[in-house]
């Protein structure tokens, strides 16, 4: 069974700092690429960042600057590192990952975590 697991979500103050964590497991062969995605109620969930295999990068416009995605291939985990946080970055941000495990090439999401960017 393939999981992606996510942590490092809170509150914190605008201008603020915070690093989401999320690791795939299971019997995973290839990862094509590892996502961050976020929503927020009555909202549709948004793509915020992505990393390939190759370590090819993508952002959402109002996010280019202060986040950062890295990727660690040989632990199948990606990291999120936001700074200058916005209050309307508050949202639940989720990990999605294209890989290839014992099941077949499949997509994959995490549970979420919450990040609350409040004063």
């Known amino acids: 069974q393939v999981q992606l697991v996510e942590s490092g979500g809170g509150l914190v103050q605008p201008g603020g700092s915070l690093r989401l964590s999320c690791v795939a497991s299971?019997?995973?062969?290839?990862?094509?690429?590892m996502n961050w995605y976020r929503q927020v109620p009555g909202k549709e969930r948004e793509l915020v960042a992505g990393?390939?295999?190759?370590?090819?990068?993508k952002y959402l416009d109002s996010v280019k600057g202060r986040f950062t995605i890295l990727r660690n291939n040989a632990e199948n985990t990606v990291h999120l590192q936001m700074n200058s946080l916005k209050p309307e970055d508050t949202a639940v941000y989720y990990c999605?990952?294209?890989?290839?495990?014992?099941?077949?090439?499949?997509?994959?999401w995490g549970q979420g975590t919450q990040v609350t960017v409040s004063s």
């Open positions: 999605n990952a294209d890989l290839t495990s014992n099941f077949g090439r499949r997509n994959y």
């Open positions: 299971g019997t995973i062969f290839r990862i094509t690429a």
């Open positions: 990393i390939t295999s190759g370590g090819s990068t």
